[in-house]
Nanobody, 119 residues
Framework: QVKLVESGGGLVQPGGSLRLSCAVSGITFSDYAMSWYRQGPGKQRELVAIITRGGSSNYADSVKGRFTISRDNAKNTLYLQMNSLKPEDTAVYYC?????????????WGQGTQVTVSS
């Protein structure tokens, strides 16, 4: 059974940085594309970034140039480096295992980690 556990969220000032981590177990991590989604207060859940099995990545326009998704297959861990954070980045961030190795629909979800950007 797949398990995804996010960590690294918290309160940060505008312009600051955070790195989210997601420890994955129960699957062959390297076989799957992985994603980060987020849901802000009063907003719909949205895709933030995705990384394929081969390491190619795509980003939402709102985070391009500020966020970086990466993966360490030896550690079964997914990361999201978030720089130049803005108040509108405030959301619960979810780690997601995609259904296959490429860009496509989400499969299993983590429980989420709260990121709050505020002065």
């Amino acid at each position: 059974q797949v398990k995804l556990v996010e960590s690294g969220g918290g309160l940060v000032q505008p312009g600051g940085s955070l790195r989210l981590s997601c420890a994955v177990s129960g699957i062959t991590f390297s076989d799957y594309a992985m994603s980060w989604y987020r849901q802000g207060p009063g907003k719909q859940r949205e895709l933030v970034a995705i990384i394929t099995r081969g390491g190619s990545s795509n980003y939402a326009d709102s985070v391009k140039g500020r966020f970086t998704i990466s993966r360490d297959n030896a550690k079964n861990t997914l990361y999201l480096q978030m720089n130049s954070l803005k108040p509108e980045d405030t959301a619960v961030y979810y780690c997601v295992q995609n259904q296959g190795p490429l860009i496509g629909p989400p499969g299993s979800w983590g429980q989420g980690t709260q990121v709050t950007v505020s002065s």
